[in-house]
Nanobody, 124 residues
């Protein structure tokens, strides 16, 4: 059983920064590609960022490119999402997910395990 626990969400003003963390337990973390998704009220869950098993390959959705950075520490079984220059439209519940593949995927259906989510609210 793989468990993912996100932390780091909160309320921040536009232009501010937050770092989300996702701690993974239960299986070999380094065997999973990891992704961050988000779901805003009334909207579908969408891909935000992904990282390969070795951390060498990353992907981002266009609206966050240049502002968000995904990284992972395989020794700590943790994946991070550094979010800078936050905008009100970044307001959402953010979820991390693990996939038993080498490279991350932009499709939620390719992920095998999910965290419970952490809420990010960006005020204008």
């Amino acid at each position: 059983q793989v468990q993912l626990v996100e932390t780091g969400g909160g309320l921040v003003q536009a232009g501010g920064s937050l770092t989300l963390s996702c701690a993974v337990s239960g299986r070999t973390f380094s065997g999973y590609a990891m992704g961050w998704f988000r779901q805003a009220p009334g909207k579908e869950r969408e891909f935000v960022a992904g990282i390969s098993v070795n951390g060498r390959s990353t992907k981002y959705t266009d609206p966050v490119k240049g502002r968000f950075t995904i990284s992972r520490d395989n020794a700590k079984n943790t994946v991070y999402l550094q979010m800078n220059s936050l905008k009100p439209e970044d307001t959402a519940v953010y979820y991390c997910a693990a996939a038993e593949i080498h490279y991350s995927s932009t499709y939620a259906t390719n992920y095998d395990y999910w965290g419970q989510g952490t809420r990010v609210t960006v005020s204008s």
